[in-house]
């Protein structure tokens, strides 16, 4: 396009401004090419001729449209220059408050000197994982733009920080380094990423100071590499530093400080460590105090030492050496205030002998004073001859003190960072890394010296690799597109650079001087003027010849010469360093140690001395000058950048007053040049610097094309035609394969076509419009005027009608108003007279009622005052009664209290202060009495068991001399009467006994009387006590209760804490899957890596013991026997058995259960025989002898059971006392493991043997019942000879029982001796029965004296417990005794509530107990009653049956009837694994979709059910723990599965559900039927149980969440913000280079949702939950949580993007929120609280479509988003962007009175929304309506096993 094209009237264009560098101006008349005036208009309407046609003076920049203006991409601009730029910047800062803009590949990142909202966590987590133009420009961009590359084409990056001093470096470098550790975060426990980020207070301590520019400003460059793993995580990092500003340590200009360190250790000198430093404040140390400012506002310097010194500790780097650095700091600060005094001559100085600096420098070092103090006034002078030493003047002296302070303190630095280096160094293989470069800007100063030059000099060379890979870039941009492209000339610095650094350069010319004996500064700029005047870049001033000027790219800066060569040289004086190198401390002696000091000892052999005494070399590192160094340094990390890939961020100093938001254009604009950012503006506008894609370029200009080139297909040709319609010059843009590319300008020439089509069409809709408003308006004026003539008229004729009617009224009007005058004037005398009666009768009322008040005043006067009296009198009598009251009680209480103390003397057990005692008196008397009744039941039977034995022994004697008088005697019965004579004897001595232990019982009854007795004394004193505190509680309770107004404030805040606790506990579960689930993953890792010969067990044969489940099974203390408990004691092994308390109190308890359940069943048993005899009396003639056997058979075998019970007891008490002492004694492990063992073994066997000899027992005392009663039968006795048995008649059994008993006899006697005796050996028989039974009376005797022994033994045990109880009290009560009035009634009242919460905890537990008891026993007595009704039907059918000799058998087998189903499924043990696999690990959602749902959980329960029937408590335990485990292995080897997920979520909740169901507690029965109260549980309690399935159902719904969000969380800003809902409402925008990032596949592009697709989804979940059965609450939840995740995501992209915040978007956002509402409503959701988490961006799409001009704008805006907090509110309107030009702005204004509005808003500081937040979850109670009896489990299952019950 031509001049005259652009120039034209109403054109805005920049002209050159003295103040604000560039100035906006209109042109107001079309410019002609070649005229001399340009006429234009500024902007406060001043006319101004600008003269153009120079070379000086050319036409004006250009300005963009306004719809470009604010763009987060400089090269999206269409006039591309330093006005755009520099005006882009200023309104994106000042307006929007935006701090970072991008340029092309360049982050602008502007100071804003203002601590900013935009650095959280959750704006990382926005910014991971996005593509670097999708949102706003952003350090966290940078950072990710470079993680994804190293992640992607697997190389190294490179971020390189520069800007000026002040322009925010540090900290931009800081945030992009915490990106890294908050992404990258190592993989171990290492906390790599820590120690990084901890690296930054020590270097800021060490490295940073404040200058005249900055509060913090690094004195210093790094490079630190943060490298990573082949997984991309954090495993180690690296630094380098760059020029230390040496000089700052001994020199600081006024109004800055030194380095923070020394300020930080002053502040904390006043630590108990730090006394032996030897501080004071910094103002009293030369090296801290010359800049006259200690103080730095808002800083505190002890709190920031605070945090160095955490970070030291966090590097691992020790306290000792902590102390030496800061010992070695201590000292260069001491060093700086030694007072070096000159002599008279001046050639010489000293220091003095008290100096106490010195002496502390001395000390903190380690060095010798004496050595010290002379060399720091006299110094060496090595010749070829000899050596001398030389004084030095004071000012030498000084020079060379302050050098020593500046070496010192940079090999400390370098010392500090060669171990931050050690700390963060990994021995794993770093496989990529990301350098991130902190290092200074451009420096141009009055007086610039050797630190300025390097610095320029560094920048000069990252300039130059700067420019050479925006140049790469633009052609590699150019080639992809297979655009044609020509060499791009731009301005190469290496001209500069070969000035600087080549040979002969002013670095060599440097170095060269400074080897010669005597340079000087003033030779070396002879030699810079001599070698380089002809350089282009190199200038001589005028008036200097001590100075010279180098032209650096950004500008030009004199350097003066003074002090370069004593600054490059860095001399040290060896003296000195040999002093510190003799240290006694060996930190500070390896400070100075060389490396190669070391090496070059032990090299050299064989030692040849010199002819001549050679002087000693200097060190090599003192050889090498700073200059050569440096350049070192710098080219080796141009080559680490020039091997990775960089990116640029470049920090802008706004302002020189550190004001905040506060933009100064002038320095602003030097930056820019400096910093090459105009540089790549003039390289992109150089080429095409608008680029377009196809279908973006359609969108936007359309407008332009006709109807016949819309109709195409190809819209890539018709973007060509319609170009090459509109622009004629070919060479102004170019066609690549994706992109259309522009020349500068031409975006705004199609603007320009755009708005004129624009406003074209618009005066065409205005001129239709009008007409039509003027056609409508004269039809409208010629109906008024018709209308108008038929109204007047009418209005003529209703005006003549009025008259006459008025006439009329006139006279009617008269008529009436006279006789209104005179009844109004006889109303008023009326009125008058009653008014005056009315006052006068009031009056005298008055006065009458005043007197009655008057009397009555009085009276009340009079009662008051006689009330005083009389109370008065009252309180004196009752005052002085609580006087003697007060003094009677406490004598007598002074009494009381010596008794006491008395009683407390004699009696400990007074101490006892446990309510517990009453039950324990209860239970000792309950005891005594049961034993007294046993004694004496056993007193009885001993008597009767004696006359029967006296009885038989006489019938015996009788029978023996019939038997003497028939035979004439025999041996054998002497021996039996010396037999029977030892029985005798035995029973006497067994009845001394008896009596003997019963005199000793009766004592010790006695003795527990009157313990009882004592203790039922001090239990009423306790009782009292109890009662006082009790009314004390009930007032406190009644004056609580008063203060009741606040009741639902508390209730409310109650909530929140019970909401914010339960989220805390869901977090805390969320952390633990996560900590078990990191817990398995390193186990896998392990495995993996190492292989362990031998067997592994695997999850398959694990025991369910050692599961990965942490929490307690059921309790065992109310099932199982004795053989469970000792293979328990089996399992837990002698030692733990030993000390488990619990597991003996367990067996005992269980042996006093069995003792009880004895006594029932003997009850029963007695029943049962009263019925028999009765039955027998009946039918006693049909009763045959076999039956009559059975009879005695049973009640033996009843009586044999009671003493099996007793023995059990005794043994199991034995076995407890055994593992006791065994347990006690010190003895090695194998030892206890052997006797252990054996005594298992024998115990087994006993009881073995035990079981075999009782069965012989019963056999034989049954055979000798039955022969005594047929003997009874048979009248006469056969003499002659014993009868063979006949085995066909006696039962099966008897020749058994007669085998077993000769088995047992003692004597072995032959057939023929007892046939001698007595024919049909009754007489032995009997013998041997009486000697059983008197046996049995010992054995009796003996358990009965082992009894008492224990319970003895168990009464001693709680009198020692009660004495350590009593102590305890006593020093309670000592403690007491000491504290105040008021302490003591607090602490008694203390304590007596804790012993009342705990014996309330205790009674509680023993009602539980006793209710467990008693639902088991009554299961057990309906079981038994259930087998003796089947036992008497049996009897009753064999009866009638008829057989007369049934077959005696000890098992009775019982035909069970066949019962309905009763909701139970049987399973074996072997089994469980099987069912496990079926139900949990192979099943798939699928495969039960036809069934019930939740099968497998009602399935698992009626398992459960079936182990609580049968009383297992194994089974149980080991039923759910499997079943909790398999579920978590299922739901981590489908962690990424929603359907898996939903369906187990649905499945653990309906367990759960159901153990509540069926747990048996009312709370959760009120909704049953009674089927299903009766299908409750019996025995077991699973209340811990329920609370695992509680948490694992936290966990599933938290993972369920993660997937769900996980795969909704892509979709949610493609289909919110970017897909249009309304088609064509979207406007397209230009855009820059970072419409795309580098990092992104071009080719397939990201995935694009729309809002049908999104919602798709959410129906699916939705449909996946239904589907399982998942509670309809527990479905709201979830999608609750989800529509919180959309509206998060969806705001905080909102938030951080420019391009979507527009009207268009906001009404795309309303209805794509409208439609989620509408699904809502569609799916019966809308009332579970999911639509409300919308409010938020459904506020932030009105705020977007409303006005924002006025006053009452902004009222409403206020009004309306109070979902939204202030930080929103103003992001957003500082985002919003109008998608055209006939759209404004929003005001700054405007935005400012928002603000305002909103500043008593008490929100929170985070900009953004926590997407990671969770709403605590609550699983309510859903009672299943299904019966466990109708449900019917399908064959596919393959459950064939399961047994129905």
Known sequence: MSVNELYTKFTRVWIPDPEDVWRAAEIVRDYKEGEPVLHLKLEDETPLEYPVGTKSNPLPFLRNPDILVGENDLTALSYLHEPAVLHNLRVRFLESNHIYTYCGIVLVAINPYEQLQIYGEEVITAYSGQNMGDMDPHIFAVAEEAYKQMA????????????????????????????????????????????????????????????????????????????????????????????????????????????????????????????????????????????????????????????????????????????????????????????????????????????????????????????????????????????????????????????????????????????????????????????????????????????????????????????????????????????????????????????????????????????????????????????????????????????????????????????????????????????????????????????????????????????????????????????????????????????????????????????????????????????????????????????????????????????????????????????????????????????????????????????????????????????????????????????????????????????????????????????????????????????????????????????????????????????????????????????????????????????????????????????????????????????????????????????????????????????????????????????????????????????????????????????????????????????????????????????????????????????????????????????????????????????????????????????????????????????????????????????????????????????????????????????????????????????????AYNNLKRQELETENKKLKNDLNELRKTIAERAAQNNSSNELQDSYNLLLSQLKAANEELDARKEEVIILRTQIVSTAQLLEKNDHIESTKVPELDNSKEPVDKEEALQAYHGLRESKNSHQDWCYLNEDGELGLAYQGLKQVARLLEAQLQTQSRQHKDELEALHTQIELLKDDIEKKQEILNYTSSLSPEAQVEYSVQQELTRLTNDNLDLKELVEKLEKNERKLKKQLRIYMKKVQELEASQAAAAQTGRSKPELSRQVTVQRKEKDFEGMLEYYKEDEALLLKTLITDIRPSIVSATVPCLPAYILFMCIRHADYINDDQKVESLLTSTINSIKKVLKKNNEDFEMTSFWLANTSRLLHCLKQYSGDEVFMTQNSTKQNEHCLKNFDLAEYRQVLSDLSIQIYQQLIKVAEGIIQPMIVSAMLESESIPSLAGVKPMGYRNRSSSMDMEDGPSSYTLEALIRQLGQFHGIMRDHGLDPEIVGQVVRQLFHCINAVTLNNLLLRKDVCSWSTGMQLRYNTSQMEEWLRGNNLYQSKAAATLEPIIQAAQLLQVKKKTTQDAEAICSLCSSLTTQQIVKILNLYTPLNEFEERVTVSFIRNIQNRLQDRNDPPQLLLDTKHVFPVLFPYTPSALGLETLHIPASLGLDFLIRV
């Not at 002078?381 to 001398?388: G, I, K, N, R």
């Not at 990301?434 to 560094?458: K, P, R």
């Not at 109890?1026 to 404030?1049: A, F, M, P, W």
């Not at 067996?1147 to 019925?1171: A, F, G, T, Y």
Request: hydrophobic share 35%; glycine share 4%; aromatic share 8%.
């Open 152 to 1191: 992607r084409f697997e190389r190294n990056q490179s971020i390189i920080v520069s800007g000026e001093s002040g322009a925010g470096k540090t900290v931009s470098a800081k945030y992009a380094m915490r990106f890294f550790a908050t992404v990258g975060g190592s993989a171990n426990d290492t906390n790599v990423e820590e120690k990084v980020l901890a690296s930054s207070p020590i270097m800021e301590a060490i490295g940073n100071a404040k200058t005249t520019r900055n509060d913090n400003s690094s004195r210093f460059g790094k490079y630190i590499q943060i490298g990573f793993s082949r997984h991309y995580h954090i495993i180690g990092a690296n630094m380098r530093t760059y020029l230390l500003e040496k000089s700052r340590v001994v020199f600081q200009a006024e109004d800055e400080r030194n380095y923070h360190i020394f300020y930080q250790l002053c502040a904390s000198a006043s630590l108990p460590e730090f006394k032996d430093l030897g501080l004071t404040s910094a103002q009293d140390f030369t090296f801290t105090s010359m800049g006259e400012n200690i103080f730095i506002e808002g800083v505190n310097d002890a709190e920031d030492f605070k945090k160095t010194r955490e970070a030291f500790t966090l590097l691992g780097i020790k306290d000792s050496s902590q102390s030496s650095i800061f010992k070695v700091v201590a000292s260069i600060l001491h060093l700086g205030n030694v007072e070096i005094c000159s002599e008279r001559d001046g050639e010489s100085c000293h220091i003095a002998n008290d100096d106490l600096h010195l002496r502390h420098f001395c000390g903190l070092l380690g060095v010798e004073l004496q050595q010290m103090e002379h060399w720091l006034c006299h110094r060496k002078l090595v010749t070829a001859s000899e050596t001398y030493v030389k004084n030095m003047s004071s000012k030498q002296a000084t020079n060379a003190r302050d050098a020593l302070a500046k070496h010192i303190y940079a090999r400390m630095f370098d010392w500090i960072v060669e171990h931050i280096n050690r700390a963060l160094h990994t021995s794993s293989k770093q496989h990529s890394f990301i350098g991130v470069l902190d290092i200074y800007g451009f420096e141009t100063f009055e007086v610039n010296s050797f630190e300025q030059f390097c610095i320029n000099y560094a920048n000069e060379k990252l300039q130059q690799q700067f420019n050479s890979h925006v140049f790469k870039l633009e052609q590699e941009e150019y080639m992809k597109e297979q655009i044609p492209w020509t060499l791009i000339d731009f301005s190469d610095n290496q001209p500069c650079i070969d000035l600087i650094e080549a040979r002969l350069g002013v670095l060599d010319l440097l170095d060269e001087e400074c080897k010669v004996p005597k340079g000087t500064d003033q030779n070396w700029a002879q030699k810079l003027y001599r070698q380089h005047s002809s350089s282009a870049h190199f200038q001589k001033p005028r008036m200097s010849n001590i100075s010279f000027i180098i032209i650096h790219f950004a500008d030009e800066v004199e350097y003066q010469c003074e002090g370069f060569l004593e600054k490059n040289r860095d001399t040290v004086y060896e003296e000195q360093i040999n002093i510190l190198k003799a240290s006694q401390f060996q930190l500070v002696a390896d400070l100075f140690h060389e490396k190669d000091d070391v090496a070059s000892s032990k090299s050299s052999r064989v030692n040849v001395r010199p002819a001549k005494s050679l002087p000693k070399a200097p060190n090599k590192e003192h050889r090498k000058t700073v200059g050569l160094q440096f350049r070192s340094s710098l080219h080796l990390l141009m080559e680490t950048l020039n091997a990775t890939t960089p990116h640029y961020v470049r920090c802008i100093k706004p302002n020189d007053h550190k004001e905040a938001f506060s933009f100064d254009s002038r320095r602003a604009v030097q930056q820019l040049r400096a910093c090459g950012v105009l540089e790549t503006i003039r390289i992109s506008a150089a080429g095409y610097p608008s680029r377009w894609t196809y279908p973006d370029f359609f969108s936007r200009y359309r407008v332009l094309l006709k109807k016949s080139d819309m109709m195409s297909a190809d819209k890539k040709l018709v973007c060509k035609n319609l170009l090459e319609t509109l622009i004629k010059e070919p060479d102004m843009f170019q066609f690549g394969k994706t992109k259309i590319f522009f020349r500068a300008g031409q975006v705004a020439y199609l603007e320009k076509l755009r708005a004129d089509k624009f406003r074209s069409a618009c005066i065409m809709i205005q001129k239709t419009v009008r007409g039509w408003l003027q056609r409508v308006r004269y039809r409208k004026i010629r109906k008024s005027a018709i209308t108008l003539q038929r109204y007047g008229r009418g209005y003529l004729a209703r005006r003549y009608a009025d008259f006459l009617r008025l006439t009329r009224a006139a006279l009617i009007c008269q008529k009436q108003y006279r006789m209104v005058r005179d009844r109004r004037a006889f109303l008023k005398v009326r009125q008058s007279v009653v008014t005056i009666q009315a006052f006068a009768r009031g009056m005298f009322t008055r006065r009458i009622y005043w007197e009655f008040l008057l009397h009555h005043k009085a009276m009340i006067i009079q009662k008051n005052v006689r009330r005083w009296l009389q109370r008065k009198k009252f309180r004196r009598a009752r005052a002085a009664a609580i006087v003697i009251q007060c003094a009677f009680r406490r004598r007598r209480a002074k009494r009381q209290l010596q008794q006491l103390k008395i009683e407390a003397r004699s009696a400990e057990h007074l101490k006892k202060l446990n309510t517990g005692m009453e039950n324990k008196i209860v239970q000792l008397q309950r005891k005594m009495d049961d034993q007294s009744k046993e004694l004496r039941t056993q007193n009885e039977q001993l008597l009767m068991v004696n006359t029967s034995l006296g009885s038989e022994v006489n019938k015996l004697q009788k029978q023996l001399e019939l038997v003497r008088g028939q035979q004439g005697g025999g041996g054998q019965l002497t021996t039996l009467q010396e037999e029977l004579e030892r029985l005798r004897r035995e029973l006497q001595e067994a009845l001394a006994q008896r009596k003997k232990l019963e005199e000793e019982h009766s004592n010790e009854k006695l003795g527990l009387q009157q313990r009882v007795e004592e203790l039922e004394t001090e239990n009423a004193l306790l009782k009292s006590e109890k009662e006082e505190l009790n009314r004390r509680i009930l007032q406190h309770s009644k004056s609580s209760e008063e203060d009741g107004s606040s009741v639902s404030q508390r209730e409310a805040s109650l909530q929140t804490e019970l909401d914010q606790e339960r989220q805390r506990y869901q977090n805390l579960l969320q952390e633990f899957s996560r900590l078990e689930q990191r817990y398995d993953n390193l186990k896998e890792e392990v495995s993996l890596a190492k292989f362990h010969p031998g067997h592994r067990r695997n999850p398959s044969n694990q025991s369910s013991l050692e599961t990965d489940s942490n929490y307690t099974s059921i309790s065992t203390s109310e099932v199982g026997d004795t053989e469970d408990s000792i293979q328990l004691v089996e399992e837990m092994g002698l030692e733990k058995a030993a000390m488990d308390i619990s597991l003996f109190m367990k067996l005992q308890k269980r042996v006093r259960e069995l003792e009880q359940e004895r006594k029932r069943l003997q009850l029963s048993v007695d029943k049962m025989e009263e019925l028999a005899k009765r039955k027998g009396s009946e039918s006693r003639s049909s009763t045959s002898e076999q039956e009559t056997a059975d009879l």
